[in-house]
């Protein structure tokens, strides 16, 4: 009579933190640095729109806690949405969300736990700081963050919305902060959003360019499977470029924001810099370099010019 091993053999499963960590990288938590430098730049320069000197650790605390609920909530809900198209897709199928490493129900529970948490948070705008304006737009930014994941379905434009997601980050901020003190916007942070809602389709589009066959045989949309990579890293690199005529603007003040001094301009010539050699790595016979451009050269531009524009605005007399 043979014997179920499995049956008597106690199966080793992954501890917590291992768990934790396949989670983490399910969802590139890493990736945070992209547009956590942007909130929180818009922070400091609310900040000094009330005349504070700084925000205050409370504000950025709840700003930084919001940053990543909302950043889990929307990665854990693409890696659930899109698991059966990831299955199919080579570069995608060893996802722990594809190969049940992290089971549906875990991302469910986990997606529950972020939003209740997430307005929470923003609640405390209002009971500590008085602000009411973060829990009111609280549900209305988890859709917009969510609704990202379903654009590729049905337009090619999905990278701008992508852009669109990530360019409340610095608009979420200052809401936090100038509300109810002053004006709910200001040009300034608005040049500032503009400038994240083109970096984002520029370095989107150019990791879309490992999947363009995978794309056109799931009917799924983008930009390189629409219009092929050629035609794609010349839209990418429109991209690129007006986010340096909007870094320009933000840093000159234009509008009657805050003009910045030569430490912003290290970190601007820095961004120009960065972004020139990303587009670089990139060739029409050539897509290999592309995970060292979306993640390397990105990452740089986020934590530089984060670095160098807070300090900008806490030096500025």
């Not at 939003?115 to 009111?136: E, H, K, Q, R, S």
């Not at 654009?151 to 852009?163: A, D, Q, V």
């Not at 961004?271 to 050539?286: A, G, M, R």
Request: include cysteine; aromatic fraction near 12%; hydrophobic fraction near 55%.
């Amino acid at each position: 009579m043979m014997t179920d091993l499995n049956a008597v053999v106690p199966q080793n499963k992954p501890g917590v933190v291992k768990r934790l960590g396949t989670f983490l990288e399910m969802i590139k938590f890493s990736h945070s640095i992209f547009a956590m430098p942007f909130a929180l730049i818009a922070a400091f320069l609310a900040a000094r729109v009330i005349d504070l000197v700084w925000p205050g650790w409370i504000r950025l605390g709840l700003i930084v806690v919001c940053m990543v609920l909302a950043r889990t909530f929307a990665m854990t809900f693409n890696r659930l949405v899109d698991r059966n198209f990831d299955s199919r897709n080579p570069r995608a199928m060893r996802r722990p969300s594809v190969t049940g490493e992290v089971s549906v129900a875990f991302m469910i529970g986990t997606l529950v736990i972020c939003g209740l948490l997430f307005i929470g948070a923003t609640l405390l705008f209002d009971l500590i700081l008085g602000n009411i304006y973060p829990v009111v737009l609280a549900v209305p930014v988890l859709g917009w963050i969510a609704l990202y994941s379903m654009t590729k379905r049905f337009t090619w434009l999905c990278h701008f919305f992508l852009g669109s997601s990530l360019c409340l980050a610095p608009i979420s901020a200052w809401i936090a902060i100038v509300p109810p003190h002053g004006p709910v916007l200001g040009v300034q942070v608005l040049l500032l959003a503009g400038a994240v809602l083109f970096w984002l389709p520029g370095f989107d589009i150019l990791y879309a360019l490992q999947d363009v066959e995978i794309d056109r045989k799931e009917k799924l949309f983008s930009l390189p499977a629409r219009f092929g990579i050629a035609e794609s890293l010349w839209i990418s690199r429109a991209c690129h470029f007006l986010v340096i005529v909007l870094l320009l603007a933000f840093g000159l003040g234009v509008g009657g924001g805050l003009p910045l001094g030569p430490v912003y301009w290290l970190g601007f010539v820095a961004v120009v810099l960065l972004l020139t050699i990303e587009q670089s790595l990139v060739k029409p016979n050539d897509i290999s370099k592309v995970n060292l451009a979306f993640m390397t050269m990105n990452g740089l531009v986020g934590l530089i010019f984060g670095l160098t524009t807070i300090a900008a605005i806490l030096l500025h007399q």
